[in-house]
């Protein structure tokens, strides 16, 4: 049933886009206006709704066994709800002079159109595939959906390397000084004819947040994984001193970094499927290719239909998530852009969490409340197996480029005690603003507990500290948790020393 037709209903929204931001503002609204005064229509591209799109590689890894516990919600369960979700369904046209939008059934291709009273734009973000030859072979894998998190899975159980009738204790192993484990190939379970495989080998192209979280995957699926990277170090979400500890911790796991390298193809067998990614003037062998490279905002729709975009292509919206200058139309999610509190300026941040939130506000805002989303900080954190790295506001570039003056030190300690069983190191990086003592913006890495404390440095940018009133933050301390100064406190304490004279 249409419930946009059941009757009574004095209003209809239509919500582009079928994940956080969409089916969040869909259900608000639902729980703030019943079906007799609000239907609801959500269109859906893809198979799936409501899912987890941060926990695709870990989903890949095996840390996740099962696809379903990345689905928050099925289509099922929003449908009970009144909510009319369409999957398979594309939007290819917003026309905003007549309040309505054209869909096409993916499988069939048959289109119609559906009006709206009010409308929720939350297209997300594409991945950024560069126009290469070679791009589209089999065995090269993006992963922004469930479908292409099942279609990487389906090449993987196919990807094993040839036959090799050496067993691998008897082969020479390659060892790097650097690292403390040898290098070699692994052998393969289930075969008892004395011939072995060689590891699959997997390239990762990108090496962000993404990029890293790949490859992590790629060696708990024991395969042999390269990284090729344009930046100067992994991680361009870090300034490069703190990229190096990554790279450093990364070649540590048996990873091949390659840095400062431009993709200028992928390599295809006889058989049609990649080989290969060439890169400048070397080639780096691969079963399997993973696009780690990034995303952007996905607004061709509001292009086309002449809403407001940003310097970095996604829509601009007021702070209840209105697109400016349109009353009846609202968007969220990676599809827009938000205020940074550090900087003052637009930025593009495609994160699960905004996206849920956004569409809290949305939602309320179509139910009749009202709610703001007043920016964000830039928080984010990950981990490379039992890597962590962190980032919250400002780098060093980022503080350059917005005319600020600053002051930057980078302290060592460690995530509990030194004398408690199993502390582990961290680095942590701090910004402060030079004159006013503001902080600016914090970057961490290091082991186990450390990635989680840049939260503490994430409630000190919201609420617009200095390092010296960080440095009196009231923390909990135990030996089993901290050491009796926290190591954003120690970073925080020297930051303030260091700036002191131009307070």
């Known amino acids: 049933m249409n419930m946009s037709d059941a009757r009574g209903a004095r209003e209809r929204l239509v919500v582009i886009g079928g994940d956080a931001a969409g089916m969040s503002a869909a259900s608000q ?68 002079d007549r309040g309505r939008v054209r869909a096409r059934d993916v499988d069939s291709g048959a289109e119609s159109w559906t009006s709206y009273d009010k409308l929720v734009i939350a297209t997300g973000a594409r991945p950024i ?44 192993r390659r060892r790097d000084p650097d690292r403390a484990q040898p290098l070699g190939p692994a052998r393969v379970r289930g075969l008892d004819t004395g011939a072995h ?139 827009v852009e938000v205020l940074d509190l550090v900087s003052g300026q637009q930025r593009h941040v495609p994160l699960g969490t905004h996206a849920n939130k956004h569409g809290q506000i949305i939602g309320a805002g179509v139910g009749g409340g009202y709610a703001t989303f007043p920016g964000v900080v830039g928080t984010a954190v990950s981990k490379v197996c039992d890597l962590e790295i962190a980032r919250t506001g400002l780098r060093e570039k980022d503080a350059r480029r917005v005319g600020l003056r600053f002051e930057a030190v980078t302290i060592e300690s460690t995530s509990r005690a030194g004398y408690y069983p199993d502390a582990s190191p961290m680095t942590v990086k701090m910004l402060a603003e030079l004159r006013t003592g503001r902080l600016l913006g914090v970057q961490i890495v290091g082991r186990e507990g450390a990635g989680k404390r840049v939260d503490i440095a994430a409630v000190a940018l919201t609420a617009g500290m200095t390092v010296e009133q960080i440095t ?19 970073a925080a304490r020297k930051a303030a020393a260091k700036i002191g004279p131009a307070l």
Not at 32 to 58: M, N, Q, W
């Open 129 to 172: 595939r560069p126009e290469l030859p070679g791009m589209d072979a089999p065995g090269v894998h993006g992963v922004q959906t469930l479908d292409d998190g099942q279609a990487l899975l389906d090449t993987l159980s196919r990807t094993r390397g040839p036959i090799d009738s050496v067993p691998p204790e008897r082969r020479s």
């Open 472 to 490: 009196a933050l009231d923390l909990g301390y135990a030996p089993p948790f901290s050491p009796v100064w926290d190591p954003v406190l120690v």
């Open 29 to 96: 609204a639902r729980r703030l206006k019943g079906p007799d005064e609000l239907g609801i229509v959500a269109f859906e591209r893809g198979h799936f709704t409501s899912f987890s799109a941060c926990g695709i590689p870990y989903w890949v890894s095996g840390d996740v066994p099962d696809r379903d516990r990345l689905i928050a919600r099925t289509a099922e369960e929003h449908r009970a709800r009144d909510i009319d979700l369409r999957l398979r369904t594309e939007v290819t046209e917003i026309d905003l």
């Open 197 to 335: 495989r060689r590891p699959g080998r997997a390239v990762v192209v990108g090496a962000g947040y993404i990029g890293v979280e790949m490859a992590e995957a790629m060696i708990k699926r024991g395969y042999e994984v390269t990284v090729v990277n344009r930046g100067e170090e992994p991680m361009a979400t870090l300034d490069p001193d703190m990229g190096r500890l990554v790279r450093e911790a990364m070649e540590g796991m048996g990873i091949t970094m390659v840095n400062d390298a431009e993709v200028t193809g992928l390599l295809t067998g006889g058989d049609g499927g990649v080989r290969a990614v060439a890169a400048g003037d070397a080639e780096y062998p691969a079963d399997v290719v993973v696009l780690g490279i990034g995303v952007r905002p996905e607004t061709a729709l509001a292009r086309a239909a002449g809403l407001p975009l940003g310097e970095h292509g996604g829509l601009l919206t007021d702070r209840s998530m209105r697109v400016r200058g349109h009353e009846n139309v609202w968007a969220g999610g990676d599809c």
